[in-house]
């Protein structure tokens, strides 16, 4: 068999068993599903399941990581000018990548996400943070940045979960423009336009 119908089938049985344990995930905490239920429910023999992961554990691990891992890569395709003067363009890219994997993100940022996860999350934003700090001229550690930077981050956060809780309804290009009008402009984007 060709190694690309090999890989190709090897991402299909990947994918098909993480969407099981996502539904799972749905329904009971990650310590009370067992690999024979996902297994089941992929139509798959457990020997498959361990062919690609140790446990259930193993597997969610390499969810986050493989989202994480993403999510970095999508942030370091921008300049800290990107985030300043159009962080919409990037917050778009990020929805996007949130929109197709929304059921696992939905648990993982949930009410019974992984804290973990989440303060992962936090770091990677914050590793952006040396550079938007530098080309603005603050000083990093400052208690001003930091208050900044802690309700900024939380907020999107904030924002996801809202997005992923109300049904995805707006796009990821309008969720960005939202987004962008309240880091730039915070309560002021409610205030109306003169009329000219």
């Keep these: 068999m060709k190694e690309e119908n090999l890989d190709r089938r090897i991402r299909k049985t990947r994918k098909v068993i993480r969407e099981c344990l996502t539904e799972l995930l749905k329904e009971k905490r990650i310590q009370d599903i067992t690999v024979r239920e996902i297994a089941e429910k992929a139509d798959i023999n457990r020997g498959t399941f361990y062919l690609h992961y140790k446990d259930i554990f193993d597997l969610m691990e390499q969810i986050e990581n493989e989202l994480l891992e993403e999510l970095e890569e999508v942030l370091r395709r921008y300049r800290a000018s990107d985030l300043l003067t159009n962080p919409a363009v990037v917050f778009t890219e ?101 009329d000219a």
């Design 94 to 194: 990020v929805f996007h990548l949130v929109k197709e994997n929304s059921g696992m993100v939905s648990i993982l940022i949930g009410e019974n996400g992984d804290i973990n996860f989440v303060n992962r999350l936090k770091d990677i934003v914050r590793g952006k943070c040396p550079e938007v700090a530098k080309e603005e001229g603050v000083c990093q550690g400052s208690s001003a940045f930091e208050a900044y930077y802690a309700f900024t981050v939380t907020g999107c956060i904030g924002l996801v979960q809202y997005w992923l809780d109300s049904g995805l309804k707006e796009s990821p290009e309008e969720l960005a423009s939202l987004t962008e009008q309240i880091i730039l402009k915070g309560i002021r984007m409610f205030e109306k336009e003169p």
